[in-house]
Nanobody, 125 residues
Framework: QVQLVESGGGLVQAGGSLRLSCAAS????????VGWFRQAPGKEREFVAA????????YYADSVKGRFTISRDTAKNTVYLQMNSLKPEDTAVYYC??????????????????WGQGTQVTVSS
């Protein structure tokens, strides 16, 4: 069983920064992938960023590339999402998720097996 707990959300002005954390307990093998997704009101959950626990590669949505950075601390079993130059359109509930399938890192939410409860990020203009 895997538990994922997000933290670090909040209210920030446009242009500001936040760092989200996702603490994982249970299975976090290096071959598994961990991703960040977000869901705004009335919209579908969308991919933000992902990586393997091994840290071999990182993947980003075009909308956040150059502004967001995904990283992990394997000693703490924690994944981070550093968000810079935030925009009002980044406002959403942010979720971390773990994909235990071996293969290419997926950008599709339904491919992920375990999810956190989410943390709200609100960017004011």
């Amino acid at each position: 069983q895997v538990q994922l707990v997000e933290s670090g959300g909040g209210l920030v002005q446009a242009g500001g920064s936040l760092r989200l954390s996702c603490a994982a307990s249970g299975r976090t093998f290096t071959s598994y992938a961990v991703g960040w997704f977000r869901q705004a009101p009335g919209k579908e959950r969308e991919f933000v960023a992902a990586m393997r626990w091994s840290g071999s590669s990182t993947y980003y949505a075009d909308s956040v590339k150059g502004r967001f950075t995904i990283s992990r601390d394997t000693a703490k079993n924690t994944v981070y999402l550093q968000m810079n130059s935030l925009k009002p359109e980044d406002t959403a509930v942010y979720y971390c998720a773990q994909d235990e399938h071996i293969g290419a890192v997926s950008r599709i939410a339904r491919a992920y097996d375990y999810w956190g409860q989410g943390t709200q990020v609100t960017v004011s203009s």
